[in-house]
C-alpha cells in the first residue's frame, strides 16, 4: 500500500493556529509509462492551481468549507478529472454527477446525486445544505431546487470531452464480449479516473470535507456511488477528521469507509494514519476494493493512503509551499 505524510504539523508552537489542506484527483490506474511528460505536468499544475485557491482562503482565516468548495470548483472547470466539465459518460451517453460537502462542527452535510445540468455540483450540494432542512436530493428533484436557487443548468455537452466518450466506447465493447460480467456497473477505474476531493483544518479549528465525480463510465440504472454518500465517501466530524474517498464506490459504501475510520479514531484510540491504512490497505485490498482516500485530523495531521497504482493527491499548509504527488 502507498502512503505520504507532512509534517506533523500537530508538534508546531502554532498548533492551534496552523491550517492544513489535501486534495485528490482520484486513484486508479495512472501507468507510469504511457503517461506524457506532458500529461503529468497538466495533472500537476491543475492540482496546484486548486491546492492554491483552498490555501488562499484558509491563509485569509476563511473556513474550512469555503476552501474545501473553493478546491473543488477548479477541479471541476478541468477537463482533467471526473467531476463537472469532463465527468464520465453513462451508458446512456449522459453525465450524472454525485457530490457531498460536509462541515466538522456542526455535522451538517449536503450532497446531490444525479444531477445531469450542474456546472458546478459541489456548489449545489452547499446550498443543500445550507438553504434546505434535507442532506441528500437527486436527480430532476435537485435540478429543480437549483433552479429554485438561480443556479444556472448548463446543457449536458458542457461537461462532453472525446477522451471521456472514447472511454465509454471501451466499456461498451467490453461489456458486448464480456456478456452480463461486463455489464456490472464496477467499471476499472483505469477508464474512469478523476472523482475530485478535498479536506481542510481551519485556522477556527474547523474541518470540513467535500467530493464531487461523474461516477464509473458506462454506469446505468441511475447508479449512485459512494461520494455524495455522508460516511462512505464522504464525512467531517471535529471530533476526529476529514476524510474524501475516490475508488469503486460499491466497496467504499459497504464498508462506511469514511465514518469506520472516524470510528477507529474515536472508539478505538487509533491515529487517523493508522485508521485510514487499515482500511484502504487491509480491509479494501481483501475484498479487491481498489482506491484511496485522503484525511486530516483536529490537530492537523493528514494521510493519503492508495491501494493502487497512483492517486493524484497533494496538500498545503501554512508555509504555503504545495507538494502535488501522482505515484508512489
Ligand atoms: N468513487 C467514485 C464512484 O464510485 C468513483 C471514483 O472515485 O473513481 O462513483
Not at 67 to 75: C, F, R, S, W, Y
Request: aromatic letters at 6%; proline letters at 3%.
Amino acid at each position: 500500500m502507498n502512503s505520504d505524510h507532512a509534517p506533523d504539523v500537530a508538534s508546531s508552537s502554532t498548533r492551534r493556529r496552523a491550517f492544513m489542506l489535501v486534495a485528490h484527483g482520484g486513484a486508479g490506474t495512472i501507468r507510469k509509462r504511457v503517461m506524457t511528460p506532458e500529461q503529468r505536468a497538466a495533472y500537476r499544475e491543475a492540482m496546484t492551481d486548486a491546492l492554491r485557491a483552498g490555501c488562499d482562503v484558509l491563509s485569509a482565516e476563511g473556513t474550512s468549507l469555503d476552501a474545501v468548495q473553493a478546491v473543488i470548483t477548479v477541479l471541476e472547470d478541468s477537463p482533467l478529472f471526473n467531476a463537472g466539465k469532463g465527468a464520465v459518460f453513462t451508458h446512456d451517453g449522459t453525465h450524472e454527477q454525485d457530490a457531498a460537502i460536509m462541515d466538522g462542527s456542526t455535522l451538517r452535510a449536503g450532497a446531490v446525486a444525479g444531477v445531469q445540468h450542474i456546472a458546478h455540483p459541489i456548489a449545489l450540494a452547499r446550498l443543500v445544505m445550507e438553504r434546505t432542512k434535507h442532506v441528500m436530493l437527486s436527480g430532476d428533484g435537485a435540478e429543480a431546487f437549483a433552479r429554485e436557487e438561480g443556479v444556472p443548468l448548463v446543457p449536458s455537452e458542457y461537461f462532453s470531452t472525446e477522451r471521456r466518450w472514447a472511454e465509454l466506447e471501451k466499456a461498451r465493447q467490453a461489456e458486448e464480449a464480456g456478456g452480463a460480467a461486463g455489464a456490472a456497473v464496477g467499471t476499472r477505474l483505469n477508464r474512469d479516473l478523476g472523482t475530485v476531493g478535498a479536506v481542510a483544518l481551519d485556522v477556527h479549528g474547523n474541518l470540513a470535507a467535500g467530493t464531487s465525480t461523474g461516477g464509473v463510465t458506462n454506469k446505468r440504472w441511475g447508479r449512485i456511488g459512494d461520494s455524495p454518500i455522508i460516511g462512505a465517501g464522504t464525512y467531517a466530524n471535529n471530533a476526529c477528521a476529514a476524510l474524501s474517498a475516490t475508488g469503486i464506490g460499491e466497496h467504499f459504501i459497504r464498508n462506511v469507509v469514511t465514518y469506520d475510520i472516524c470510528a477507529r479514531m474515536i472508539y478505538g484510540g487509533e491515529s487517523l494514519d493508522q485508521a485510514a491504512r487499515h482500511m484502504i490497505g487491509t480491509v479494501l485490498v481483501a475484498q479487491h476494493g481498489d482506491g484511496g482516500l485522503i484525511g486530516v485530523d483536529r490537530d492537523g495531521n493528514i494521510t493519503m493512503p492508495f491501494n493502487t497504482e497512483g492517486m493524484y493527491r497533494g496538500f498545503v499548509g501554512p508555509d504555503g509551499a504545495v507538494t502535488v504527488k501522482i505515484f508512489e
